[in-house]
């Protein structure tokens, strides 16, 4: 019984003739639209020999290419003979070539079981820590080098980097800084009203902006903003093949990329963690005066009650780490990165995600550490 | 370079491949698109370790040298990227003095002077302050070779140095090679699939073919095309463009 496969215009029509399949390909066939599929043709037959032919076929494109090779594949796989001797020359040399390429190379096996999966990720999490010890050890010789030597130190692009990371970046930390004291007052408003504690609304901001969230918050910032510069920029070199032209110069990149923003970066991060304290200070000064009716005078006398040069100096040891994570963080993802224009996403993704976990990290253990000092 | 063999993630890409340069010689690595010249190059040039053979520079050997040792051979090479590989946040002036600050004892004035020559050299007078973004493809392959040969290499490396040119500017960079090598008698290993460039210039080549995962051929480029028997050989050289005979 003839089966036929009514699309549009493009045709293909079969009879079974005992062994013999013959299927018949006409009218229009374009890959834009709806064509018949050799597996509709085929159904369930298992014909041992297989013949094509075209009847008034009017035009062709990929798509007939695409129908007559799932039919050499079909036959290959049923051990069953085609004979497509009835097709124009130029199609049966097209489908030739696309057989030829198939069969030349050899498919990658991209099958990966989970233990390989877990085993790679191993390794990988291992490598990953070699690079890191690599790099900050990099870093120490650099910084040792540049003890010795300072004059070779790249001072001028160490101050550009300072502009970027230190003056332009005062407005925004200014106004997290603001907005967070701010925030803190009045959160601790609502809870000390009730014992008629109002004004100790000073010794909370100051203590929490100066040991807290003032180096915490401005190492979130510069993490997002100068980290993540940092990766795109040295990732972009590296894809650009800038960093290979330094080492075939046998330049050190961490001498002449690294060092002047690392150094530029743990500069900068406490003078923003000061200014930071001071606009988060004011901030609990205008909920403190504006809304608790607290003179000004009186809430700053009470706030040094609490808050002394230990809890400022705490603070500003803090954000001094935080700012080298960060220089480390952006420049280590940065070399890391892998030559393309994802890669350099990636490496900018990753590092503010590290730079921002190892933030946490390190500030868990500096509260474990200065509580054990007493400070 | 002795019995190399190197590749990556456990892959072999390629092995036993040996083969010796003279001094100022125009030597290129041919062959197809993914057949390991690239990988070839950044080997020599150090950027890559092979999984073994050696490579020995001047009778010294480059792999197993200690880094300090590599550092100063490196000195001695020059290389010219696909991409240029221009520092982009120096203008060209400074891309040529860099490395003489880092390794010359010359003062600001000569850098800069010595600078201003290297870019006369390859026809960039004027442009010392001008920074590679402002600057065409083809300029920037000419600032890439001016700062190549900054410390007078005694080798220079180039990685497809026709790519993204058009023909006339790739036949202008091909007789500036031409130049310098007779000039500075400097030796230079090019990477390179462009046969106009190929038949023009070598002196002698080598063929990498990727199934081979090898040399396939050795010779004077002509030589190989004229007299080679493997079919590899020859329908990579004989593939030119042919002008159509003009009646007459």
Known sequence: ?375 | MDDLECGYDGRVLLQHVSFTVQPGELFFVIGGSGCGKSTLLKHMIGLQRPTAGTIRYFGESFTDAAPSRRRELLRTFGVLYQNSALWSSLTLRENITLPLEEYTPLSKHERNELAALRLAQVSLSGYEDYYPSEISGGMKKRAALARALTLDPAIVFFDEPSAGLDPVTSRKLDELILQIRETLGTTMIIVSHELDSIFSIADRVIMLEREAKGIIAEGKPLELAQTSRDPRVQEFLQRRAVLPATGA
């Open chain 1, 1 to 375: 019984m003839p089966t036929t496969s009514d699309v549009a215009k493009a045709r293909a029509t079969s009879r079974v003739e005992g062994n013999l399949l013959q299927v018949e390909l006409g009218g229009i066939w374009e890959i834009t639209k709806a064509c018949p599929s050799w597996n509709d043709i085929v159904g369930k037959a298992k014909p041992a020999r297989v013949q094509i032919t075209l009847v008034e076929l009017e035009n062709w494109d990929s798509s007939l290419l695409l129908f007559l090779f799932e039919a050499q594949k079909w036959c290959v796989e049923a051990k069953a003979a085609l004979d497509a001797s009835g097709l124009p020359k130029n199609v049966r040399e097209l489908l030739n070539q696309i057989v030829a390429a198939q069969g030349k190379d050899v498919p990658v096996d991209r099958f990966e079981n989970p233990v390989t999966l877990v085993g790679q990720a191993v390794f990988d999490v291992w490598a990953k820590i070699k690079q890191i010890s690599h790099f900050v050890g990099e870093c120490t010789l650099a910084s040792i080098r540049l003890a010795k030597n300072p004059i070779r130190f790249r001072w001028r692009d160490c101050i550009s980097e300072m502009q970027q990371c230190g003056a332009m970046a005062l407005p925004i930390v200014g106004l997290i800084g603001l907005l967070v004291g701010l925030t803190l007052a009045y959160t601790a408003a609502v809870l000390l009203r009730e014992f008629g504690a109002d004004i100790y609304v000073a010794n909370f901001v100051g203590l929490v902006m100066v040991r807290e969230m003032g180096p915490m918050m401005t190492g979130i910032i510069l993490a997002g903003r100068t980290g993540a510069a940092f990766a795109a920029t040295l990732g972009n070199m590296k894809a650009g093949e800038e960093i290979d032209a330094f080492e075939t110069f046998g330049i050190r990149s961490v001498d002449f990329l690294v060092m002047p923003r690392m150094i530029a970066v743990t500069l900068m991060t406490p003078l923003l963690t000061l200014y930071a304290n001071m606009l988060g200070i004011v901030g609990g000064l205008m909920v403190a005066s504006g809304v608790l009716s607290i003179p000004p005078t009186a809430y700053w006398i009470q706030m040094q009650t609490s808050v002394d040069l230990s809890d400022l100096c705490s603070g500003v040891i803090k954000s001094i780490t935080f700012g080298g994570i960060i220089g480390l963080s952006g420049c280590l993802r940065g070399l890391q990165s892998e030559r393309s224009a994802i890669g350099v996403g990636r490496a900018t993704t990753s590092a503010v995600v590290t730079a921002i976990l190892l933030l946490i990290v390190a500030d868990a253990i500096f509260a474990v550490l200065f509580n054990m000092l007493g400070i």
